[in-house]
């Protein structure tokens, strides 16, 4: 298994880039695909249409998010990954720093690059247009 780190800045508040995570129809927004959210611990999300999916661990608004995180293909065999979001007040915006552990080796490549093309790309433009 592999963990990925990645540290991106997003032109807007902390509170306003947890939100658009955590917001159901924020988060359809600014990746253009269908997202599902009961935002408590406990409750369960799916985004992109369904293509990922799991359930909030731990959540301190404004501040951190810590999820179990699964794809439509995601190999039987493995437990859900993780996937910590931390929010940090920034001079015009937010350093949000995320870790997805437990990420299938043959997989790492992919989800690596996938953040960026389908989460830090699309908000940072979603922001940059409000």
Do not use: C
């Amino acid at each position: 298994m592999r963990t990925i780190k990645q540290t991106e800045f997003i032109p807007a508040k902390h509170e306003e880039v947890y939100d658009a995570f955590m917001n159901a129809k924020k988060h359809s927004a600014f990746t253009g695909s269908k997202a599902t959210s009961d935002p408590r611990v406990g409750g369960s999300f799916t985004a992109w249409d369904g293509y990922s999916s799991g359930r909030y661990l731990k959540l301190e608004k404004g501040k951190r998010i810590v999820l179990e995180w699964v794809t439509t293909e995601w190999p039987t065999s493995y437990p859900p990954s993780r996937v910590e979001f931390s929010f940090k007040p920034k001079k015009g915006g937010t350093e949000l720093t995320m870790v997805h552990s437990k990420v299938p080796l043959g997989q790492a490549e992919d989800y690596r690059q996938g953040w960026i093309d389908f989460y830090w790309k699309p908000i940072k433009e979603y922001f940059r247009k409000k």
